[in-house]
């Protein structure tokens, strides 16, 4: 990418990715920025100008070539990197978010899953048996893994991301309420905060309808 | 409130509603805008924004009583409404989605939990039997649930939405990549998108500390 781009565009590619895939599937060859706005609730300037940050794709007067599209968008997210990751935390999220990072083209290779009860201890997850986090320090020094997953509660986090990013992780997919960026600004945190996902769902459910009205969608 | 509201004011809310309860738990009184900035990462003025699109929450010179935010913030979130819910998809998503959902004070009361797979019909989580899809709609007019979390794959959602929307259902904590909100513009919507959230780390765990750089967080 050659000029500044918002965090905003970036995290709208995925949402194209899904889309071109879908069209991919359904045999579709080519689409205009218009209809593909359609589809997908937006304008075709802002899918233009999302395009734009990233060179374009477009010829104009033809519109996309979908499968090339597709594509493209996949290189930019860096589907079939293999990033190297450890799972923290084998219950129900972990085991339910491990499988969407075995999914083809998720960008990341889970190569170890670690869980500090003993009694899932040994159990194996699609091919990858669960360790117990006694071991993670020693599975680091051995396999480097850039990246780590975390599916357990806040309360043991600070000493665990010290230990993480001394050992050379570098990126978090986070699930729990610990602010790792606070802690650590020299590594990428993505958050998913499902508890605060649930409490505006709460707002919004048990809102009237004239309130609902005054709530804008500006930034 | 009495004025337009966006919904980033409204998202922020929920992470406030956490640092407070911290704050509560570990005996802290009372708190300055600024000490609360400093802690969560933000500036003393967007607090003081923030909670003035409520009415304003602190006191000149005294800053904020903080178990009396805590429980005003929660009454603006609706933690006590216990919103009759039901879940769709029992698998690994579906469980740990549910263990939020019973979490004291998460807005929402789970009344009844489905699964099109039989194997799991019958098996209780939580006090509640997993019942079979099949049953879904002579619960939902017996039962009146006013919330679906959607914890199934995209396929089946069209019927399913539309069903659910006929039968009352007028809000969705929705963890499928179906967009619902394009196909019933009428209900709110909460979306998780793991895919997108993944792919979204994928995309800066791959980039360069140049390519990085270049990435603002305006939106």
Known sequence: MAQEISISVIKRLPRYYRFLENLKDNGIVRISSKELAERMGLTASQIRHDFNCFGGFGQQGYGYNVPELYTKIGKILCVD????????????????????????????????????????????IQGIPVRHTNYLENFCIDNQPVCAVICIPSNDMKELTDM??????????NF???DIAMAHPE????????TDSLMTLSFL???SK???????SAE
Chains 1, 2 share one sequence.
Request: aromatic residues 8%; contains cysteine.
């Open 81 to 124: 990197a293999g990033v190297k990751t450890i799972l923290i935390g084998a219950g129900n999220l972990g085991k339910a978010v491990a499988s969407k990072i075995f999914t083809r083209q998720s960008g990341f290779k889970l190569v170890g899953i670690f869980d500090k009860n003993e009694a899932i201890s040994g159990k194996i």
């Open 176 to 178: 729990s309420n610990f």
């Open 164 to 173: 993480l990013c001394r050992l050379g992780i570098r990126s978090f997919w």
């Open 210 to 216: 004239e309130e609902l009205e005054k709530i804008s």
């Open 205 to 207: 459910t048990s809102s």
């Open 187 to 194: 590594v990428l945190v993505e958050n998913v905060h499902l």
